[in-house]
């Protein structure tokens, strides 16, 4: 189950229940809906306030690194398998496009930016930042090398491993 914790007091406030394996992923995607994902396929959108699950989407796969499309509000996107990334309809349950790089290559991690672009690290040794809500596969920049961890500093710039990269105009 998924806790829910008060920020002012530590205090457990509620669960949500119906994930049937372990809970992969989560992601805030309103100010009272989460979504999150899970290995028994499936992505599930709470209601934080009501503890209620308000959609669930069966999705074929292993359902990791989660994340809202900040461009289009309704979808939400996911690393399968490491390898690809699907983007779903939140409300259609249909997924919508498959994004593959060409290589085999493992997506070790991600984080999304407040603005909602992600920049997904991999196995060999690079970022990639989306730029338009992950539309097509040409939106992908490599922005450095052998990224293992990393952060939003501020606005301009992007910590990873040792290295800052400055974002610019991203």
């Given at each position: 189950?998924?806790?829910?914790?008060?920020?002012?007091?530590?205090?457990?406030i509620g669960s949500l229940v119906g994930h049937t394996n372990v809970i992969q992923s989560l992601c805030h995607i309103t100010e009272d809906k989460l979504a999150s994902s899970s290995s028994d396929k499936t992505i599930k959108i709470w209601n934080i306030s009501t503890q209620e699950c308000l959609n669930t989407i069966n999705v074929n796969g292993m359902p990791s690194f989660l994340f809202h499309n900040k461009v289009n509000q309704e979808e939400i996107g996911f690393v399968n398998f490491g390898k690809t990334i699907e983007i779903w309809g939140i409300e259609s349950k249909k997924q919508e496009r498959v994004i593959s790089f060409g290589n085999n290559t493992w997506f070790e991690n991600y984080y999304q930016l407040k603005n909602g672009k992600v920049i997904l690290g991999q196995a060999d040794s690079f970022i990639l930042l989306n730029e338009n809500g992950f539309t097509t596969e040409k939106e992908i920049k490599q922005l450095g090398d052998d990224p293992s961890m990393f952060t939003e500093f501020d606005e301009n710039t992007i910590v990873a491993d040792n290295q800052i990269t400055d974002r610019g105009e991203l």
């Amino acid at each position: 189950a998924i806790q829910i914790w008060s920020g002012a007091n530590i205090q457990k406030i509620g669960s949500l229940v119906g994930h049937t394996n372990v809970i992969q992923s989560l992601c805030h995607i309103t100010e009272d809906k989460l979504a999150s994902s899970s290995s028994d396929k499936t992505i599930k959108i709470w209601n934080i306030s009501t503890q209620e699950c308000l959609n669930t989407i069966n999705v074929n796969g292993m359902p990791s690194f989660l994340f809202h499309n900040k461009v289009n509000q309704e979808e939400i996107g996911f690393v399968n398998f490491g390898k690809t990334i699907e983007i779903w309809g939140i409300e259609s349950k249909k997924q919508e496009r498959v994004i593959s790089f060409g290589n085999n290559t493992w997506f070790e991690n991600y984080y999304q930016l407040k603005n909602g672009k992600v920049i997904l690290g991999q196995a060999d040794s690079f970022i990639l930042l989306n730029e338009n809500g992950f539309t097509t596969e040409k939106e992908i920049k490599q922005l450095g090398d052998d990224p293992s961890m990393f952060t939003e500093f501020d606005e301009n710039t992007i910590v990873a491993d040792n290295q800052i990269t400055d974002r610019g105009e991203l």
